[in-house]
């Protein structure tokens, strides 16, 4: 998992709860990345921060949050706003922000919605 | 649209068989592609890259060609190992944007 943590590894929200996605990574890589995948689709970016106090929405981010405060720490929340959360969350660092660094994964949080 | 289309969903094989998986994109201006390994639960790691000048890389077992004029690829697993039971994933990287697209992936299952 190329020294990116994530926790928890499994995470039940109910509905109306806001809840946090934790993302380490000692790389000292700029780059993050929010990923979402579901069943049989491709992995889709939710959030990505080039460097450290800066983040961009990817192509699902509605109903998703983030902070990038320390270069080591990209935490997501995923709000009461996202109608169907239920999915598995990758959290991704690259040394520089793109396609021509390779992106390291961390090894997921699945969240599931009581 | 920028699109990645991997082709079989899945497949089973013996151990010790050869199988090849495929990939077909629409994305282009083409920077490079990836093709990662995921197993069940955990998070993709990176098999091999390729950029428009390379038509072959290997990784151990693993070989992914590429041809850029017919935007294919494919990833070939020699004498398959229980280990090898995951799901692939072609990853394309947009070169004006830096945008990746991903594939929905292969299931491979190596049965004994």
Redesign the interface.
């Known amino acids: 998992d190329g020294g990116i943590t994530q926790s928890p590894k499994y995470l039940f929200r109910k509905e109306g709860q806001n809840v946090t996605l934790s993302c380490e990574q000692n790389l000292n890589h700029d780059a993050m990345y929010w990923y979402r995948q579901d069943p049989g689709q491709g992995l889709r970016l939710i959030y990505y921060s080039q460097i450290v106090n800066d983040f961009q929405k990817g192509d699902i981010a509605e109903g998703y949050s983030v902070s990038r405060e320390k270069k080591e720490s990209f935490p997501l929340t995923v709000t009461s706003a996202q109608k169907n959360p239920t999915a598995f969350y990758l959290c991704a660092s690259s040394m520089d922000w793109g396609g021509a660094d390779t992106q390291y994964f961390g090894p997921g949080t699945r969240l599931t919605v009581l | 649209k920028n699109q ?1 289309e991997q082709s079989p ?1 899945s497949l089973i094989i013996l151990e010790g068989k050869n199988c090849t998986l495929q990939c077909n994109y629409t994305v282009s201006p083409f ?2 592609l ?1 093709w990662y390994k995921q197993d069940t ?6 098999l091999t ?1 390729m950029t428009f000048s390379e038509n072959t890389k290997s990784n151990g077992r693993y070989t992914a060609t590429l041809d850029a004029d017919t935007k294919q690829s494919s990833l070939h697993i020699t004498a398959s190992q229980l280990s090898d039971s995951a799901s692939y ?1 072609c990853v394309v ?3 004006a944007g ?8 292969t299931r491979v299952l190596v049965k004994p």
């Open positions: 990645v969903q920077s490079n990836r639960g955990r998070g993709p790691v990176s890259i994933i990287s947009k070169a830096n945008k990746l697209t991903f594939g929905g992936g």
